[in-house]
Nanobody, 124 residues
Framework: QVQLVESGGGLVQPGGSLRLSCAAS????????MGWFRQAPAKEREFVAA????????YYADSVKGRYTISRDNAKNTVYLQMNSLKPEDTAGYYC?????????????????WGQGTQVTVSS
């Protein structure tokens, strides 16, 4: 079992930046690959980025590639999502998730544990 708590969301102007954090507690954090997803009102949950257990492998949705960076610090049990050049269409609730499947996955069903989410609003 692992508990996940996201933070760092907020209101930002188009073109701005935010860094989201996801703090994990419970079983060994480094045994999980981690992912970030987002969900806007009336839309399905959408994959954003994933990172391997040790942090050497990453995977991004095309919509965020080149603008977002996922990273992790296993000593701090934390995964990050650096978001740059934000656009209004990036507005959503952002969720981190953990999988022990040992793969980088864009499929929500692969992930066993989810945080409660943090809201990101991009607006002028």
């Amino acid at each position: 079992q692992v508990q996940l708590v996201e933070s760092g969301g907020g209101l930002v102007q188009p073109g701005g930046s935010l860094r989201l954090s996801c703090a994990a507690s419970g079983r060994a954090f480094s045994s999980y690959a981690m992912g970030w997803f987002r969900q806007a009102p009336a839309k399905e949950r959408e994959f954003v980025a994933a990172i391997s257990r040790a942090g050497y492998g990453t995977y991004y949705a095309d919509s965020v590639k080149g603008r977002y960076t996922i990273s992790r610090d296993n000593a701090k049990n934390t995964v990050y999502l650096q978001m740059n050049s934000l656009k209004p269409e990036d507005t959503a609730g952002y969720y981190c998730a953990a999988t022990d499947a040992g793969i980088l996955s864009s499929t929500p069903n692969t992930y066993r544990f989810w945080g409660q989410g943090t809201q990101v609003t991009v607006s002028s």
